[in-house]
T-cell receptor, first 114, second 112 residues
Framework: AQSVTQLDSHVSVSEGTPVLLRCNYSSSYSPSLFWYVQHPNKGLQLLLKYTSAATLVKGINGFEAEFKKSETSFHLTKPSAHMSDAAEYFC????????????FGTGTSLTVIP | NAGVTQTPKFRILKIGQSMTLQCTQDMNHNYMYWYRQDPGMGLKLIYYSVGAGITDKGEVPNGYNVSRSTTEDFPLRLELAAPSQTSVYFCASIRGVYQPQHFGDGTRLSIL
């Protein structure tokens, strides 16, 4: 069975410092993995996706994530946090058998301190 | 391109009332989904559809119904609303398997 664990429910960083949001997944096969961002009162917006190509994936707004199969991790990083990065972030894995079912982590709330 | 559009954005219902949450997409996506989001719980799948005329239950289908008569529309029906259905509801669609989901902005529903 597929599952996603986001290791931190809340992360606070100072503006201009690095961001690390951690995600571990459980999947029987090579998964497709996604990171989404949700700003208040908005829907989820895709940040980046991993679909078995390069293990280092670059996304929008300076975010990137590295797929590490040996650690079953897909952590999201950004070198320098901006105030506009404050939001909820979700790690998502798709069912490798069907490709049309998705499993969500419980989210990480990112606070950026000025 | 509007993407995925949900209406209404907000609604307050009384216990026992019924309503339909509308979702339409203009991307010609075959796959569509309904989720509910409760605080600290991530998103839970209510129903999904792999094409017009085909729907299936997700993780939390009780108290809801769906239909898919066209590719564009995927309405979610609440019958006999209960306080436990107070939540934020999101509709999503995908172009094809292993592709990322496109989300609407959500419907915030309170049942009092």
């Amino acid at each position: 069975a597929q599952s996603v664990t986001q290791l931190d429910s809340h992360v606070s960083v100072s503006e201009g410092t690095p961001v690390l949001l951690r995600c571990n997944y459980s999947s029987s096969y090579s998964p497709s993995l996604f990171w989404y961002v949700q700003h208040p009162n908005k829907g989820l917006q895709l940040l980046l996706k991993y679909t078995s190509a390069a293990t280092l994936v670059k996304g929008i707004n300076g975010f990137e994530a590295e797929f590490k199969k040996s650690e079953t991790s897909f952590h999201l990083t950004k070198p320098s946090a901006h105030m506009s990065d404050a939001a909820e972030y979700f790690c998502v894995v798709s069912d490798p058998a069907t490709g049309n079912q998705f499993y969500f982590g419980t989210g990480t709330s990112l606070t950026v301190i000025p | 391109n509007a993407g995925v559009t949900q209406t209404p954005k907000f609604r307050i219902l009384k216990i026992g009332q019924s309503m339909t949450l509308q979702c339409t997409q203009d991307m010609n996506h075959n796959y569509m989904y309904w989720y509910r989001q409760d605080p600290g719980m991530g998103l839970k799948l209510i129903y999904y559809s792999v094409g017009a005329g085909i729907t299936d239950k997700g993780e939390v289908p009780n108290g809801y119904n769906v239909s898919r008569s066209t590719t564009e529309d995927f309405p979610l029906r609440l019958e006999l609303a209960a306080p436990s259905q107070t939540s934020v509801y999101f509709c999503a669609s995908i172009r094809g398997v292993y592709q990322p989901q496109h989300f609407g902005d959500g419907t915030r529903l309170s049942i009092l």
